[in-house]
């Protein structure tokens, strides 16, 4: 790294953004800047779900009710050109812009392969940056070859108020990203034609990728503000053995050598490691810092930090096995119907699609989530200590569960689902499994904490389903429910059965009562665990969520812009099975519907009736309710409550032990 003097400051801890599964163009996960809600403001349950949310009076029809364009591109990735017309060579894509310029693929195996690369850097260094710059002095920031984006939407979450940019030769990075941060299709050996300058400028794992690398060091410090800050984190990729034992007979060495034969045929460096001082040095930076790591190849360290990084980094197919999904079926040749992908496992139990559009969309529910419970992954008071096994029910992307392996590296984290669409690479404590949760459960052990969301119209027996994870749940364990009351509802009265939304919303209840699924779990759900009998502790909770962008309040205003979007990208799966399959419909009619309802994904500024009109200001409501499992103690009469006891609530959220925010990840960033 290079700069001016500065005392460094200690950067900080790395934020993991809730992102969504890379595919190109897109969108896991996430979801996902944290900028826009009001810092440290609470918006809590219960004693406010009743109150009316303030109407944002300064929106006009000229304004637009719905989101507009200008704010559609807040939450999407500016692209400087739209070049995905990729070609596909020996079974694997590649990019299109430059073509040739970069020799490898740009497909989602290579996306994951960076996600774990990610993983693997954050490991090795603590840190996502080495450079003590400022956040008071850094406004511009820029990530050269951003790859995926993993660490340009991290940066973005820890620097609110600085603009960063992400240039890569491929358009792959995810769709939703923080406001203020854009992605831009470029290629670095080009002549830099930015408007400004950067206050720091971050450039990681372009070995064997840069042609010309004194040429990109002095367009670099071009570009760099007066004081900024560079930083350039690279490999030497030759390999290496401390004992001597590896030679150049090895099959291993052999590969390695002809790799970087081939890098250097093409004119490609692939060993800048060692040669950054010096080109740095030369280029007229100063405060130069050159520092080294070793990252062993295999699980053969003795020391837990050294162990854990090789195994990251390893090719050994055992070690890959404890970064990959465990599932306990390869259920995966799923059927096509009008357009759509679905389930192949107990097919037809559900009727939402599993493909890559939803996939996105339930990321961005997760985003909505978080953001509505006060950015929590969970609200029921778990002890870290206590906490062995986690049973996450209907991961979908997997998303949730990814985040909690990061909070709780000790514990176990299952994630089933009827689909196998989460993420490749993931935490060694995190495993997933296609699985029916209303089947008989085998379990080999219990769970210290059962979670389950989003699971409206999913369900055929929801009480049952509380028998059987109270039957999974160890003495004193947790569960949560977080799901919706979909009849939507408006503060003014304004709402109406008449209205374009309620028609649509009730034949959506009428297909999904027909085929003996709970469309509105969410007020069902604190009488569902009282009727069970078994549990104590039960504590119930009611968010607002509006549905557009007319809240004054600012929180509300995002939570509502962002339901919006994701009501607007699945209204297609919320109808097309349903209304087709169950109610008869024809495709065709069903196509007219989502082309003139309201709730068709136009994004023009005109007045969306069926989401957000000046007269008729629509709300959902979440319910959460999270309870608890063990022996009773016996409550001292006339005395309080002691632990563990009947008590209807436990201690306020804002009493619990801290813990890390959804997202910030104790000892490692990645997704």
């Given at each position: 790294?290079?700069?001016s003097?500065?005392?460094?400051?200690?950067?900080?801890?790395a934020?993991?953004?809730?992102?969504?599964?890379?595919?190109?163009?897109?969108?896991s996960?996430p979801?996902?800047?944290?900028?826009?809600?009001?810092i440290?403001q609470?918006y809590?349950?219960?004693?406010n779900?009743?109150?009316?949310?303030?109407?944002?009076?300064g929106?006009?029809?000229?304004?637009?009710?719905?989101v507009?364009?200008?704010?559609?591109?807040?939450?999407?990735?500016?692209l400087?050109?739209?070049v995905?017309?990729y070609?596909?060579e020996h079974?694997?894509?590649?990019?299109?812009?430059?073509?040739?310029a970069y020799?490898?693929?740009?497909d989602?195996s290579?996306?994951?392969?960076?996600?774990l690369l990610?993983?693997?850097v954050f490991k090795?260094i603590?840190?996502?940056?080495l450079?003590?710059i400022e956040?008071?002095?850094?406004?511009?920031i820029l990530?050269?070859?951003t790859g995926?984006?993993i660490?340009?939407?991290?940066m973005?979450?820890?620097?609110p108020?600085?603009?960063?940019i992400g240039?890569?030769l491929?358009?792959?990075?995810?769709?939703?990203v923080?406001?203020?941060v854009?992605?831009e299709?470029?290629d670095?050996?080009?002549p830099w034609?930015?408007?400004?300058?950067?206050?720091?400028?971050?450039?990681?794992?372009?070995?064997?990728?840069i042609a010309?690398?004194?040429k990109?060091?002095?367009?670099?410090?071009?570009n760099?503000a007066?004081?900024?800050w560079?930083?350039?984190?690279?490999?030497?990729l030759l390999?290496?053995?401390?004992d001597?034992?590896?030679?150049?007979?090895?099959?291993?060495?052999?590969?390695?050598?002809?790799?970087?034969?081939?890098?250097?045929?093409?004119?490609?460096?692939?060993?800048?490691?060692?040669?950054?001082?010096?080109w740095?040095?030369?280029?007229?930076f100063?405060?130069?810092?050159?520092?080294k790591?070793k990252?062993p190849?295999?699980?053969w360290?003795?020391?837990?930090?050294l162990?854990?990084?090789?195994?990251?980094?390893s090719?050994?197919?055992?070690r890959?096995?404890?970064?990959?999904?465990?599932?306990?079926?390869?259920?995966?040749?799923?059927?096509?119907?009008?357009?759509?992908?679905?389930h192949?496992?107990?097919?037809?139990?559900?009727?939402?699609?599993?493909d890559e559009t939803?996939?996105?969309r339930l990321?961005?529910?997760?985003?909505?989530?978080?953001k509505?419970?006060?950015?929590n992954?969970?609200l029921?008071?778990?002890?870290a200590?206590?906490?062995?096994?986690i049973?996450?029910?209907?991961?979908?992307?997997?998303i949730?569960?990814?985040?909690?392996g990061?909070e709780?590296?000790?514990?176990?984290?299952?994630g089933?689902d009827?689909?196998?669409?989460?993420p490749?690479?993931?935490?060694s404590?995190?495993?997933?499994?296609?699985?029916?949760?209303?089947s008989?459960?085998?379990?080999?052990?219990?769970?210290?904490?059962?979670?389950?969301?989003?699971m409206a119209?999913?369900?055929?027996?929801?009480?049952?389903?509380?028998k059987?994870?109270?039957t999974?749940?160890?003495?004193?364990g947790?569960?949560?429910?977080?799901d919706?009351?979909l009849?939507?509802?408006?503060?003014?009265?304004?709402?109406t059965?008449?209205?374009?939304?309620?028609?649509?919303?009730?034949m959506?209840?009428?297909?999904?009562?027909s085929?003996?699924?709970?469309?509105?779990?969410?007020?069902?759900l604190?009488g569902?665990?009282?009727?069970t009998g078994?549990?104590?502790?039960?504590s119930h909770?009611?968010?607002?969520?509006?549905?557009?962008?007319?809240?004054k309040?600012?929180?509300?205003?995002?939570?509502g812009i962002?339901?919006?979007?994701?009501?607007?990208?699945?209204?297609e799966a919320?109808t097309?099975r349903l209304?087709?399959?169950?109610?008869?419909?024809?495709?065709?009619?069903?196509?007219v519907l989502l082309?003139?309802?309201?709730?068709?994904?136009s994004?023009?500024?005109?007045v969306?009736?069926?989401?957000r009109s000046?007269?008729?200001?629509?709300t959902?409501i979440l319910?959460?309710?999270?309870?608890?499992s063990g022996?009773?103690?016996?409550?001292?009469?006339?005395?309080p409550?002691?632990p563990?006891?009947?008590?209807?609530?436990?201690?306020?959220?804002?009493?619990?032990?801290?813990?890390?925010?959804?997202?910030?990840?104790?000892?490692r960033?990645?997704?």
């Open positions: 790294m290079a700069g003097p500065s005392d460094p400051p200690s950067p900080p801890k934020v993991s953004p809730t992102r969504s599964k890379t595919t190109s163009p897109k969108k996960s979801p996902r800047s944290k900028t826009a809600s009001p440290g609470n809590p349950a219960d004693e779900s009743e109150d009316e949310i303030e109407v944002d009076e929106l006009s029809v000229s304004d637009g009710h719905s507009t364009d200008d704010q559609m591109s807040s939450y999407t990735a500016s400087a050109s739209s995905v017309d070609p596909v079974g694997r894509r590649y990019h299109a812009f430059r073509a040739g020799y490898a693929p740009n989602d290579e996306m994951e392969r960076l996600d990610s993983t693997l090795v603590g840190k996502l940056f450079a003590p956040q008071s002095k850094t406004h511009r990530d050269i070859g995926n984006g660490w340009a939407i991290e973005g979450d820890l620097f108020n600085a603009e960063i240039n890569d491929s358009a792959n990075q995810p769709t939703w923080p406001s203020n854009k992605f299709v470029d670095v050996e080009s034609l930015h408007s400004s300058k950067f206050d720091f400028i971050f450039c990681r794992m372009m070995a064997g990728a010309d690398w004194p990109l060091v002095k367009n670099i410090y071009d760099t007066p004081g900024g560079v930083e350039f984190q690279d490999l030497d390999y290496r053995s401390d001597g034992s590896i030679t150049d007979e090895h099959e291993c060495m052999k590969m390695n050598k002809t790799f970087i034969q081939t890098c250097k045929q093409i004119g490609r460096e692939p060993c800048p490691g060692p040669e950054f001082k010096d740095v040095t030369a280029a007229g100063t405060n130069v810092t050159h520092q790591y990252l190849l295999g699980p360290p003795k020391d837990p930090h162990k854990d990084k090789s195994a990251a980094s090719t050994n197919e055992d890959w096995l404890l970064y990959t999904k465990s599932l306990s079926s390869s259920v995966l040749d799923y059927p096509t119907e009008h357009g759509r992908r679905y192949a496992f107990r097919s037809g139990s559900y009727w939402g699609p599993n939803e996939s996105d990321d961005f529910l997760h985003m909505l989530m978080v509505t419970t006060g950015e992954l969970y029921a008071p778990l002890e200590g206590r906490i062995h096994r049973l996450d029910i209907g991961t979908g992307t997997g949730w569960a990814i985040l909690m990061e709780f590296p000790h514990a176990e984290i299952v089933n009827l689909s196998a669409i989460q490749t690479w993931v935490p404590n995190v495993k997933f499994e296609i699985d029916d949760v209303e008989p459960w085998v379990n080999s052990a219990k769970y210290d904490f059962i979670f389950c969301r989003d119209a999913s369900l055929g027996d929801w009480p049952k389903l509380m059987n994870i109270y999974n749940l160890t003495p004193g947790w569960v949560e429910f977080q919706f009351n009849r939507y509802t408006s503060d003014d009265g304004s709402y059965e008449q209205h374009k939304t309620s028609k649509w919303a009730e959506f209840f009428e297909a999904c009562e085929i003996n699924r709970e469309p509105n779990p969410g007020p069902k604190e569902w665990v009282r009727e078994d549990y104590v502790n039960i909770q009611k968010f607002k969520i509006p549905i557009g962008d007319w809240p309040d600012p929180h509300y205003k995002e939570c962002i339901n919006m979007l994701q009501i607007l990208d699945g209204l919320f097309l209304f087709i399959n169950i109610l008869g419909w024809k495709k065709n009619e069903v196509l082309a003139e309802d309201p709730f068709s994904s994004k023009a500024l005109v969306h009736e069926g989401l000046p007269d008729s200001p629509k959902m319910n959460s309710s999270y309870f608890k022996l009773l103690v016996p409550r001292p009469h006339g005395g409550s002691l563990g006891t009947d008590t209807a609530y436990p201690a306020p959220i804002t009493d619990r032990p801290n813990r890390a925010p959804p997202g910030v990840a104790p000892e960033s990645t997704r």
